[in-house]
């Protein structure tokens, strides 16, 4: 499987971005796909989960209400809308993708948000 993301940038705080995942390879067997983040110094995060058909989503406490993850499984694509960005927001994205046993990386987005 293999992960290609786009849409990251810079925003001032208050702001919006689309961030989408392309997924190419063996995407039938893709279990879950989600993002995550990391900003300097910090740990990598989970920001929003979903599962293969979509019937299961979650979200990191810090974005709820502010961040949907939505998966278009026909185009093997997931997006993530960040609205009401906020600096404590910027950090590099990755798309991620669990085929039992093994997971999946891309190459990573960066988001900026300046206040």
């Known amino acids: 499987v293999q992960l290609v993301e786009s849409g990251g940038g810079l925003v001032q705080a208050g702001g919006s971005l689309r961030l989408s995942c392309a997924a190419s390879?063996?995407?039938?067997?893709?279990?879950?796909m989600g993002w995550y983040r990391q900003a300097p110094g910090r740990q990598r995060e989970l920001v929003a989960g979903i599962t293969s058909e979509g019937g299961s989503i979650n979200y990191a406490d810090s974005v709820k209400g502010r961040f949907t993850i939505s998966r278009d499984k026909t185009k093997n694509t997931i997006s993530l809308q960040m609205n009401s960005l906020k600096p404590e927001d910027t950090a590099v994205y990755y798309c991620?993708?669990?085929?039992?046993?093994?997971?999946?990386w891309g190459q990573g987005t960066q988001v900026t948000v300046s206040s």
């Open positions: 991620n993708a669990y085929v039992w046993p093994r997971e999946y």
């Open positions: 390879g063996t995407t039938f067997s893709i279990n879950v």
